[in-house]
C-alpha cells in the first residue's frame, strides 16, 4: 500500500529530550486498524511543538530551551518527503526569548509565528523558498500579570494561533489571562493591535490553548490553572464573543487542575480537551453547531501520566493521547457518531511524547 495512501498517513511527535528521546519521531500509521510503524527520526533538541506547512512539504519545530541570557530558545526548519517520510533540517533561527513551546503556519505558508512562553514573547519569521527561516522580522513583547505570584508575575505566551481567514492571530497568554489579537498583514509581514487587542478571561484561569471549529465560527480555549473550556463565538473583525464556560475536569475530581490540550473533531461534532495533574483524562463534549455551545458526553482516563498534547487522525477514527511521563502514545478508537472514546490495545512507546501532529 503506497504511503501517500488515506489510510496510511504520517504520524510525527515532537518530545522532551535528554531521557530516551533525542528529537521528532515519523511514523506510517494504520487509519484502518491504529497499528503504527517507526520510519524515520531527527535529532533535535526539545521539539515540543510541530507544525506543518500547508502544502506538507515543511516542518517547523520549537526547541524549548532557555538561557540567562533570555534568548536560548530556537525554531528549526525541516523539509518533509511527503513519499518516504524522512525530514532533513534546513535551519535554525533564535526564538528571540526561552522556552519556546508553540509553532504555527500562515495558510498562505509564507509566515511562520512562534511564542515563547518564559519570555512573554512571540516572533514572526519569513519562510524562504526552499521553506527555511529567515530572521524574525517582528518580535512582540507582552507586558502585565495576573492574580496568581506564582504563576503570573509576568506573560508566559503559550499559543500562537491564527485565524481561519488568515487575517489575525490569537495569542493566548497565561500570565496576564488574556488572548491577545493582532491583525496580520500577510502581504507585509506585519502584527498590529486588532481594533479589539484582547479577550480577557476570569482572573486565575491561565489561558493555554486556542483553537477553531472547522466552520470557522466558533472558537475554544483550554485554560490551564483552572481545566476550563471557554467558547466563543468567532467575528470576521477579529472579536472573541464569550459564549460559555465548562469545566473539562471530570465530575467530583478535586485534585490540581493542569489544563493542557483542545481539539474539534474535523465534523465540528465533537470537542475533545486534556487535563493533567491526578486527573490525566480527556473531556468529551458534544458541539451544537447552531450556536458553538457545548454539553458533556462523558470523560475517558488517557491510561497514562501526563496528557500535555493529543490529537485525532485525519479519519476521526482514532484519537492519540502523548502521556508525557509514561513514555508512551495511547491509540483511541473513537465512536463518530456517540464523540466516546475506546482503547485501541495499540501503544507507541517513544520518551516523553509532547506533541502529535499528522500529514496525510
Same mark, same amino acid.
Given at each position: 500500500?503506497?504511503?501517500?495512501?488515506?489510510?496510511?498517513?504520517?504520524?510525527?511527535?515532537?518530545?522532551?529530550?535528554?531521557?530516551?528521546?533525542?528529537?521528532?519521531?515519523?511514523?506510517?500509521?494504520?487509519?484502518?486498524? +491504529?497499528?503504527?510503524?517507526?520510519?524515520?527520526?531527527?535529532?533535535?533538541?526539545?521539539?515540543?511543538?510541530?507544525?506543518?506547512?500547508?502544502?506538507?512539504?515543511?516542518?517547523?519545530?520549537?526547541?524549548?530551551?532557555?538561557?540567562?541570557?533570555?534568548?536560548?530558545?530556537?525554531?528549526?526548519?525541516?523539509?518533509?518527503?511527503?513519499?518516504?517520510?524522512?525530514?532533513?533540517?534546513?535551519?535554525?533561527?533564535?526564538?528571540?526569548?526561552?522556552?519556546?513551546?508553540?509553532?504555527?503556519?500562515?495558510?498562505?505558508?509564507?509566515?511562520?509565528?512562534? +511564542?515563547?512562553?518564559?519570555?512573554?514573547?512571540?516572533?514572526?519569521?519569513?519562510?524562504?523558498?526552499?521553506?527555511?527561516?529567515?530572521?524574525?522580522?517582528?518580535?512582540?513583547?507582552?507586558?502585565?500579570?495576573?492574580?496568581?505570584?506564582?504563576?503570573?508575575?509576568?506573560?508566559?505566551?503559550?499559543?500562537?494561533?491564527?485565524?481561519?481567514? +488568515?487575517?489575525?492571530?490569537?495569542?493566548?497568554?497565561?500570565?496576564?489571562?488574556?488572548?491577545?489579537?493582532?491583525?496580520?498583514?500577510?502581504?507585509?509581514?506585519?502584527?498590529?493591535?486588532?481594533?479589539?487587542?484582547?479577550?480577557?478571561?476570569?482572573?486565575?484561569?491561565?489561558?493555554?490553548?486556542?483553537?477553531?471549529?472547522?466552520?470557522?465560527?466558533?472558537?475554544?480555549?483550554?485554560?490551564?490553572?483552572?481545566?476550563?473550556?471557554?467558547?466563543?463565538?468567532?467575528?470576521?473583525?477579529?472579536?472573541?464573543?464569550?459564549?460559555?464556560?465548562?469545566?473539562?475536569?471530570?465530575?467530583?475530581?478535586?485534585?490540581?487542575?493542569?489544563?493542557?490540550?483542545?481539539?474539534?473533531?474535523?465534523?465540528?461534532?465533537?470537542?475533545?480537551?486534556?487535563?493533567?495533574?491526578?486527573?490525566?483524562?480527556?473531556?468529551?463534549?458534544?458541539?451544537?453547531?447552531?450556536?458553538?455551545?457545548?454539553?458533556?458526553?462523558?470523560?475517558?482516563?488517557?491510561?497514562?501520566?501526563?496528557?500535555?498534547?493529543?490529537?485525532?487522525?485525519?479519519?476521526?477514527?482514532?484519537?492519540?493521547?502523548?502521556?508525557?511521563?509514561?513514555?508512551?502514545?495511547?491509540?483511541?478508537?473513537?465512536?463518530?457518531?456517540?464523540?466516546?472514546?475506546?482503547?485501541?490495545?495499540?501503544?507507541?512507546?517513544?520518551?516523553?511524547?509532547?506533541?502529535?501532529?499528522?500529514?496525510?
Amino acid at each position: 500500500m503506497s504511503v501517500l495512501n488515506s489510510q496510511e498517513p504520517f504520524l510525527l511527535v515532537g518530545t522532551y529530550t535528554g531521557g530516551a528521546s533525542k528529537g521528532i519521531y515519523v511514523y506510517r500509521f494504520n487509519s484502518a486498524t +491504529g497499528a503504527s510503524v517507526l520510519i524515520d527520526s531527527a535529532v533535535t533538541e526539545n521539539p515540543s511543538y510541530l507544525a506543518v506547512s500547508p502544502d506538507k512539504k515543511y516542518v517547523y519545530a520549537a526547541n524549548e530551551n532557555g538561557n540567562d541570557q533570555g534568548n536560548g530558545g530556537s525554531i528549526t526548519s525541516f523539509s518533509f518527503d511527503k513519499k518516504t517520510g524522512r525530514l532533513t533540517r534546513l535551519n535554525s533561527q533564535s526564538s528571540e526569548g526561552n522556552h519556546p513551546c508553540f509553532v504555527a503556519v500562515h495558510k498562505s505558508g509564507k509566515w511562520v509565528v512562534a +511564542g515563547n512562553y518564559s519570555s512573554g514573547t512571540l516572533a514572526l519569521y519569513p519562510v524562504q523558498k526552499d521553506g527555511s527561516l529567515g530572521a524574525a522580522a517582528q518580535v512582540i513583547k507582552h507586558e502585565g500579570r495576573s492574580v496568581n505570584a506564582d504563576r503570573q508575575g509576568g506573560p508566559h505566551v503559550h499559543n500562537t494561533v491564527f485565524s481561519p481567514d +488568515g487575517k489575525f492571530l490569537f495569542v493566548a497568554d497565561l500570565g496576564i489571562d488574556k488572548v491577545m489579537t493582532y491583525a496580520f498583514d500577510s502581504k507585509a509581514g506585519k502584527l498590529t493591535p486588532a481594533e479589539m487587542p484582547f479577550t480577557e478571561v476570569e482572573a486565575g484561569d491561565g489561558p493555554r490553548h486556542l483553537t477553531f471549529a472547522p466552520s470557522g465560527k466558533y472558537a475554544y480555549l483550554a485554560t490551564e490553572m483552572r481545566g476550563g473550556v471557554e467558547a466563543f463565538k468567532y467575528h470576521k473583525n477579529g472579536q472573541l464573543e464569550h459564549l460559555q464556560h465548562y469545566s473539562a475536569l471530570p465530575p467530583e475530581y478535586n485534585g490540581p487542575a493542569d489544563g493542557a490540550d483542545i481539539h474539534v473533531s474535523t465534523d465540528g461534532r465533537y470537542l475533545y480537551s486534556s487535563t493533567r495533574g491526578q486527573s490525566n483524562s480527556i473531556g468529551i463534549f458534544a458541539i451544537d453547531p447552531r450556536t458553538g455551545l457545548i454539553t458533556y458526553v462523558a470523560h475517558q482516563s488517557t491510561l497514562g501520566k501526563t496528557p500535555r498534547n493529543f490529537n485525532l487522525d485525519p479519519t476521526g477514527k482514532f484519537l492519540l493521547a502523548a502521556n508525557q511521563n509514561s513514555d508512551e502514545i495511547v491509540v483511541f478508537k473513537r465512536d463518530k457518531s456517540s464523540g466516546l472514546l475506546e482503547d485501541s490495545g495499540h501503544r507507541i512507546e517513544v520518551g516523553k511524547p509532547v506533541c502529535v501532529e499528522w500529514v496525510d
